[in-house]
Each structure stands twice: as C-alpha cells, then as structure tokens.
C-alpha cells in the first residue's frame, strides 16, 4: 500500500519569508499528488495537483509544486508567505490502478506565520 | 454550484441512537467519499463510492452504513456508535476516481 510522508510537522516563519514544505510517498508506479490545505475553523480545500505533464505545478494563492519522479516527492513552495497562509497542509498521494480513487494523506504540517 | 454541502454540522448522540448524516454535491462528480478525521491528524478513508456503487470499504466497522441513493447524495447511517468514533465526519466528492477532491465542511459528531 502507499504511504505519504510529510517531515515537517510544525513550521514556523515570519511574513515574507520563504515557504519549503517536504512530501514523500512510496509507491512505484503512476500516481497523481495532490496538496490540500485546512485553514483554522474551514473545510479542506485543494490547493494544487499533479497528474501528468510539467513537473512544476501552480495552484491557487501563489502556490507551486514540483515532482521529482526519482526521488518520489512532491513539495510544496511558496516564494512570499502572508499572514493568510497560516493552516494545516496535506500531501496527499493517489496511487492508479489501485484502490479506485482512494487518496492517502500525510499526517500534515501545521504553517504558523508570525505577522 | 461547487459545494459539497453536508447536514447537520454538529451532532450528539448516545451510544444507542440511530442517527445519519447527508452530504450532497450538485458538481456531476461521480466518486463519493466518506473520510473520518480526527483532531490534529490527517483524514482517513472509510468509503468510496463510484458510480453510486460502493467501491471501496476500508474495514470500517458494521455500525456504520454507507447509502448514495442517487449521484448526487451520499449518506452515512450510525447505530449503536461508541465514545471513540467522536469525529470530524468529511464528505468529498470527485470528477472521477483518482481526481482531486472537493470536501463539505464536515459533521463534527460527539458519542456521549
């Protein structure tokens, strides 16, 4: 079965700075990746996926990722963070050809943003 | 219309309750889901439904009972529930299986 790795649990920046956020899976095959995020008190929202293509994804808010199919990872970038980006951020991996649709998350990391 | 909507927000029940919580979507998205998600930890799937036909059961036990009477309602009958299953209960729904998911906000059930 696939799993999904996020390596920072916790991040702490200050507004401007620049945003890192690690995700690896296993899985051997052809897989689409996605990030969602969960604002304070919202439901989860999809920030950006991959399916096929360019390697360099854009998703909403300024938001990028990048596979990088030999080191199975897919992490999520942002040049600028604002105040607004604090929330919880999955990694979430689909695995094709198995488990008809089922997506298995990262445990998250929680993006805290000092104003 | 791009929401997935879901009723009711909050529910309490006793352990010997009968109760079932709705999602519906109006996107024509033909995957359904039911996630279970507790506080600081990522969801976890229960059920999968494609095509109005239950695809996916990930072990979860007989209290819970999933219906999608039609494709655009997914519902999730409880009985008997025990103090542990108190969740954030997330819908989502999807294009097709595999497709990034839209989530309702979630029934934040409590078993007392």
């Known amino acids: ?115 | 219309d791009t929401e997935v909507t879901q009723t009711p927000k909050h529910l309490v029940m006793g352990m010997t309750n009968k109760k079932s919580l709705k999602c519906e979507q109006h996107m024509g998205h033909r995957a359904m889901y039911w996630y279970k998600q507790k506080a600081k930890k990522p969801p976890e799937l229960m059920f999968v439904y494609s095509y109005e036909k239950l695809s996916i059961n990930e072990s979860v036990p007989s209290r819970f009972s999933p219906e999608c009477p039609n494709s655009s309602l997914l519902n999730l009958h409880l009985h008997a529930l025990q103090p542990e299953d108190s969740a954030l209960y997330l819908c989502a729904s999807s294009q097709r299986s595999g497709s990034g998911y839209t989530f309702g906000s979630g029934t934040r059930l409590t078993v007392v």
Do not use: M
């Not at chain 1, 095959?29 to 996605?34: A, D, K």
């Not at chain 1, 293509?53 to 604002?82: T, W």
């Open chain 1, 1 to 115: 079965a696939q799993s999904v790795s996020q390596h920072n649990h916790h991040v702490i920046l200050s507004e401007a700075a620049s945003l890192e956020l690690g995700c690896n899976y296993s899985y051997g095959g052809t897989v689409n990746l996605f990030w969602y995020v969960q604002y304070p008190g919202q439901h989860l929202q999809l920030l950006l996926k991959y399916f096929s293509g360019d390697p360099l994804v854009k998703g909403i808010k300024g938001f990028e990722a990048e596979f990088i199919k030999s080191k199975f990872s897919f992490n999520l970038r942002k040049p600028s963070v604002q105040w607004s980006d604090t929330a919880e951020y999955f990694c979430a991996v689909n695995a094709i050809g198995i488990g008809a649709g089922k997506s298995t998350f990262g445990d998250g990391t929680t993006l805290t943003v000092k104003p």
